[in-house]
């Protein structure tokens, strides 16, 4: 059950196209990740949270839906071949930050997922303190393609921070 007081704040958000809001309201602020930013990195990742695998040009490209059986058969397959895919809601690219998910209690899994990825995220960004562009940069990359991300996220996040209020 999600506390009362964040019931409001997750309607909007869900009305925005948060697929987890509470989840990402919660894993955000444990990691320090503002709301906003938070929310924009979902929507550019996976519409809002879409729980889906990648569409890098390596293995599970485009395989739809992330089920434990789809997600066991291409970590079976990224140890077996080194080559890692998007999954998830956050995107996890590294099979660290993938293994990590798991830990917590599956890469496949929407929440563990979010969790793995706000904490990287919040790592990524107080590694650029006073800078968020840079912080979510890093969080897609680097160079110019991941400074267009951060440029574009940064922009859906002044949506979003309309929004929360």
């Given at each position: 059950?999600h506390?009362?007081?964040?019931?409001?704040?997750?309607?909007?958000?869900?009305?925005?196209?948060?697929?987890?809001?509470?989840?990402?309201?919660?894993?955000?602020?444990?990691?320090a990740?503002?709301?906003?930013?938070?929310?924009?990195?979902?929507?550019?990742?996976?519409?809002?949270?879409?729980?889906?695998?990648?569409?890098?040009?390596?293995?599970?490209?485009?395989?739809?839906?992330?089920?434990?059986?789809?997600?066991?058969?291409?970590?079976?397959?990224?140890?077996?071949?080194?080559?890692?895919?998007?999954?998830?809601?956050?995107?996890?690219?590294?099979?660290?930050?993938?293994?990590?998910?798991?830990?917590?209690?599956?890469?496949w899994?929407?929440?563990?997922?979010?969790?793995?990825?706000?904490?990287?995220?919040?790592?990524?960004?107080?590694?650029?303190?006073?800078?968020?562009?840079?912080?979510?940069?890093?969080?897609?990359?680097?160079?110019?393609?991941?400074?267009?991300?951060?440029?574009?996220?940064?922009?859906?996040?002044?949506?979003?921070?309309?929004?929360?209020?």
């Open positions: 059950m506390p009362p007081f964040l019931l409001p704040l997750t309607l909007r958000l869900r009305r925005a196209g948060i697929v987890h809001p509470f989840w990402t309201i919660r894993y955000a602020r444990a990691h990740v503002p709301l906003a930013d938070a929310c924009a990195v979902l929507m550019l990742e996976t519409g809002g949270g879409a729980n889906e695998f990648g569409h890098d040009p390596t293995i599970f490209a485009g395989a739809g839906p992330v089920t434990k059986a789809k997600y066991l058969a291409y970590r079976a397959a990224r140890n077996r071949t080194g080559e890692c895919q998007g999954v998830g809601p956050m995107q996890l690219t590294s099979a660290a930050w993938q293994d990590y998910a798991d830990r917590l209690g599956g890469c899994h929407p929440l563990w997922n979010i969790a793995a990825g706000m904490a990287l995220l919040g790592i990524d960004i107080a590694r650029h303190p006073g800078n968020l562009h840079a912080g979510i940069a890093a969080y897609n990359g680097s160079g110019p393609q991941a400074d267009l991300y951060a440029t574009h996220a940064l922009a859906v996040a002044d949506h979003f921070a309309t929004i929360i209020g």
